[in-house]
Each structure stands twice: as structure tokens, then as C-alpha cells.
């Protein structure tokens, strides 16, 4: 029998959950009001799995980190941790204008950027997605679009020309738990949403792209300069 070489990764990967485990453990650690968030989170928020978490939280920090963004856009606030992380990656004279239509969540939300160091970096809005960027007279360096699946394309149009040259959208679930490459429901909106909005980024010559299978997957654009 050939011997294996031990040097060689085995055929079998190791589950998910232990692979993530090891990730969480070699990475910075949670921050304190975000480990709060989270627990309050799942414990009082219907669909808790909406909110960012650990790895991610990180993710877009480092990215703030590497992008330097003077002015963010987050479309789809839900409890703010996403907002919060944003925040702490930006530098001094940076803001995010975080987006949501759940009023219930409002003051949830709010309390949460009040306890944080990186609050007089955010600024909440509340209200209809689409209607409320046309009301914001700014330009973005990165625009995090996390919100109603069925309206991704829209959220993209409506935003391109508010990006910066060599600006950064950064569009989270365009994986959406693997249903991208499985038969289509037609009734269910949401997959057909985002099958559309991934259907035509890859088509557009406006930008480079790249998906990272990160959580639910994650979309990376980047605006060509003209």
C-alpha cells in the first residue's frame, strides 16, 4: 500500500462549524457592546440570523480599514451591529448613513449607537430605502447594501451614481444559503431578487467584481474610474 504523504491534506474536510470555531478563535476578538448586541439580538429580535456577527463585523471593519471611506452608505441598518463595525473602521473625519424602514427597531437601534464610542460617526435614518437615498445630496466612497432582497437591482441603480470613481459597493447574501444554483421557486421573490441583481452585475462593464463565499456569500464592486 502507497504510504500517504503526510504533507498532503486529507480528502475529507473538516465540518463547518469546527473550520468557523477555528477562524473566530485566530481572529481579533468580538468587541464588548457587539457581543451585547448580538445576545440582545437572538433573544429579543424576530429572524436574529439577519444580524452581521463576529467574522463579518470584522470583514467590513478591515475593510473601512483598507478603503479608507470618507462617507459610507449601509442600506438595511436591522439592529445596527453592521453600522457599529463600519464605524470602527473608518477614519476620523468618516461617516455612515445607515438606512432602514423598521420603525419598531428605531430605538433598539439607537440606543446601541448611543453606547458606542464611534457614535458621532453614525447617522441613523429611518424610512423607505429607495426613497430615502434620493433625498441624500452625497457621494460614497462604499456602499453596503444589506437589506430587501427583492429590490437588490434597484438598490444598485439607485445608488451607482452616488458612488465615487473607484468607489466600493459591497452587496451581502448573493449566494443566498446555495438557492442561486438550485430550480427556481417563481414564487419565491427574494432568490429570483438577487438571481437578478448578481445576472446583471456580471454583465456590467461599469465594474470589476468578485464573490467571496463568506456566511451567505458576498459581492465586491468596485467602480471603474472613467
Same mark, same amino acid.
Given at each position: 500500500?502507497?504510504?500517504?504523504?503526510?504533507?498532503?491534506?486529507?480528502?475529507?474536510?473538516?465540518?463547518?462549524?469546527?473550520?468557523?470555531?477555528?477562524?473566530?478563535?485566530?481572529?481579533?476578538?468580538?468587541?464588548?457592546?457587539?457581543?451585547?448586541?448580538?445576545?440582545?439580538?437572538?433573544?429579543?429580535?424576530?429572524?436574529?440570523?439577519?444580524?452581521?456577527?463576529?467574522?463579518?463585523?470584522?470583514?467590513?471593519?478591515?475593510?473601512?480599514?483598507?478603503?479608507?471611506?470618507?462617507?459610507?452608505?449601509?442600506?438595511?441598518?436591522?439592529?445596527?451591529?453592521?453600522?457599529?463595525?463600519?464605524?470602527?473602521?473608518?477614519?476620523?473625519?468618516?461617516?455612515?448613513?445607515?438606512?432602514?424602514?423598521?420603525?419598531?427597531?428605531?430605538?433598539?437601534?439607537?440606543?446601541?449607537?448611543?453606547?458606542?464610542?464611534?457614535?458621532?460617526?453614525?447617522?441613523?435614518?429611518?424610512?423607505?430605502?429607495?426613497?430615502?437615498?434620493?433625498?441624500?445630496?452625497?457621494?460614497?466612497?462604499?456602499?453596503?447594501?444589506?437589506?430587501?432582497?427583492?429590490?437588490?437591482?434597484?438598490?444598485?441603480?439607485?445608488?451607482?451614481?452616488?458612488?465615487?470613481? +473607484?468607489?466600493?459597493?459591497?452587496? %451581502?447574501?448573493?449566494?443566498? $444559503?446555495?438557492? #442561486?444554483?438550485?430550480? !427556481?421557486? =417563481?414564487?419565491? /421573490?427574494?432568490?429570483? +431578487?438577487?438571481?437578478?441583481?448578481? %445576472?446583471?452585475?456580471?454583465? $456590467?462593464?461599469? #465594474?470589476?467584481?468578485? !464573490?467571496? =463565499?463568506?456566511? /451567505?456569500?458576498?459581492?465586491?464592486?468596485?467602480?471603474?474610474?472613467?
Amino acid at each position: 500500500m502507497k504510504k500517504q504523504d503526510k504533507n498532503v491534506s486529507p480528502e475529507k474536510s473538516p465540518p463547518q462549524e469546527d473550520l468557523e470555531g477555528y477562524i473566530l478563535s485566530h481572529i481579533d476578538s468580538e468587541p464588548d457592546l457587539l457581543k451585547k448586541l448580538n445576545r440582545d439580538t437572538y433573544v429579543n429580535v424576530l429572524r436574529p440570523r439577519m444580524l452581521s456577527g463576529h467574522l463579518q463585523g470584522r470583514i467590513l471593519k478591515m475593510f473601512c480599514r483598507m478603503i479608507r471611506p470618507t462617507k459610507v452608505l449601509e442600506l438595511g441598518t436591522f439592529t445596527g451591529y453592521s453600522a457599529l463595525c463600519i464605524a470602527e473602521g473608518l477614519p476620523e473625519n468618516g461617516v455612515v448613513y445607515t438606512i432602514d424602514n423598521n420603525e419598531e427597531l428605531e430605538e433598539f437601534v439607537g440606543n446601541y449607537f448611543e453606547q458606542s464610542p464611534y457614535k458621532n460617526k453614525i447617522r441613523q435614518l429611518t424610512g423607505d430605502a429607495l426613497n430615502t437615498i434620493k433625498t441624500l445630496d452625497e457621494t460614497f466612497d462604499l456602499v453596503f447594501i444589506d437589506a430587501d432582497k427583492r429590490e437588490y437591482l434597484q438598490y444598485y441603480e439607485a445608488v451607482f451614481d452616488k458612488v465615487n470613481q +473607484g468607489g466600493f459597493i459591497i452587496a %451581502d447574501n448573493t449566494l443566498w $444559503d446555495g438557492k #442561486v444554483i438550485e430550480e !427556481i421557486d =417563481p414564487n419565491d /421573490d427574494q432568490t429570483i +431578487g438577487i438571481m437578478s441583481f448578481n %445576472d446583471f452585475v456580471a454583465q $456590467d462593464t461599469r #465594474v470589476e467584481k468578485v !464573490i467571496i =463565499p463568506l456566511r /451567505d456569500g458576498m459581492t465586491i464592486l468596485q467602480k471603474k474610474f472613467c
